[in-house]
């Protein structure tokens, strides 16, 4: 059964700095895998999507990398702002392929202190 | 921006009353899913469609039922609300034209006294 778990639960960093939220699986096999932003009391914002055959993902300063034979991705943030504060949750698609389920990490909630 | 539209956005009800929770979508997409999560703890698949009269239950076991009569739209029902029920319901979609990515509404936060 795939079991995904995010470290650290949370994390407190200053402005300006790089930081880096990790995300491991136990089942190689999967199809995608997705990262996610959710601010207190909101639904989830998809931030980037890396598939099986993809090394890594970039969306402005947002990074992403996916190593599927160790099990985990990284999800890089350069030059952390106060509006990064929320959770963020990693997904992996496994188990029959388009059609599988997605399988969440419990999140890491950041705060970037002004 | 996604288009996936939940409500209410906040209920508190009694006991034993019977609640849906409305999910609409406005781009088409196929498969919807329902997800509950409680605060600080991971999302759990409840239930989930891949078109019009198609639902199957999720990985965690839940009470409520739902239905898929029309694309768009993917309601969840609690016929007998309990307190064991007060937590936050998240709706999403997937459509075949959205290279995988899921979108979600903004959650159905549900308090049962």
């Known amino acids: 059964k795939q079991e995904v778990t995010q470290i650290p639960a949370a994390l407190s960093v200053p402005e300006g700095e790089n930081l880096v939220l990790n995300c491991s699986f136990t089942?190689?096999?999967?199809?995608?895998l997705q990262w996610f932003r959710q601010d207190p009391g909101k639904g989830l914002t998809s931030l980037l999507l890396i598939q099986s055959s993809q090394r890594e993902q970039t969306s402005g300063r947002l990074n992403a990398s996916l190593d599927k034979s160790s099990g985990r991705s990284t999800l890089y943030i350069a030059a952390s702002q106060p509006g990064d504060s929320a959770t963020y949750l990693c997904?992996?698609?496994?188990?029959?392929?388009?059609?599988?389920?997605?399988?969440f990490g419990k999140g890491t909630k950041l705060s970037v202190k002004p | 921006e996604a288009d996936i539209y939940q409500t209410p956005r906040y209920l508190v009800i009694g006991t034993g009353k019977k609640i849906t929770l409305e999910c609409s979508q406005t781009?088409?997409?196929?498969?919807m899913y329902w997800y509950q999560q409680d605060p600080g703890m991971e999302l759990h698949l409840i239930h989930y469609?891949?078109?019009?009269?198609?639902?199957e239950k999720g990985d965690l076991s839940s009470e409520s039922t739902v239905s898929r009569i029309r694309t768009e739209h993917f309601p969840l029902t609690l016929e007998s609300a309990r307190p064991s029920h007060t937590s936050q319901y998240l709706c999403a979609s997937i459509g075949r034209g959205s290279g995988n990515t899921i979108y979600f509404g903004e959650g159905s936060w549900l308090t049962v006294v």
């Open positions: 997904a992996v698609r496994s188990g029959g392929g388009s059609q599988g389920n997605l399988i």
């Open positions: 089942d190689s096999a999967i199809y995608n």
């Open positions: 781009m088409g997409h196929d498969k």
């Open positions: 469609s891949y078109g019009v009269n198609s639902t």
